[in-house]
């Protein structure tokens, strides 16, 4: 069965961080370009960062530029988010995806909020 599994999501305070993790398993993890998108509350879904399957290429969208970092490690079948100086507009539902297919987690909730 293929599973994408987000983890750590949380509340926090403006400017502090969080790192989100995204277990993959049932498809050769290694092999698929990932992505990270987000939905706000009452918004649909948003783009934010993908990386491709050797993790040598990353892309972002304007808005977390300098703040949030992707990684992934597939010795570990594991896609990251590293969030920093997160602001209440980042507050959403984090899920992680394949790149190109429908595959994706259940998302982790992240509130950012003083």
């Known amino acids: 069965e293929v599973q994408l599994v987000e983890s750590g999501g949380g509340l926090v305070q403006p400017g502090e961080s969080l790192r989100l993790s995204c277990a993959a398993s049932g498809f050769t993890f290694s092999m698929y370009a990932m992505s990270w998108v987000r939905q706000a509350p009452g918004k649909g879904l948003e783009y934010v960062s993908s990386?491709?399957?050797?993790?040598?290429?990353?892309n972002y969208v304007d808005s977390v530029k300098g703040r949030f970092t992707i990684s992934r490690d597939n010795a570990k079948n594991t896609l990251y988010l590293q969030m920093n100086s997160l602001k209440p507009e980042d507050t959403a539902v984090y899920i992680c995806k394949t790149t190109s297919s429908s595959t994706r987690g259940q998302g982790t909730q992240v509130t950012v909020s003083s």
């Open positions: 990386i491709g399957s050797d993790g040598r290429k990353t």
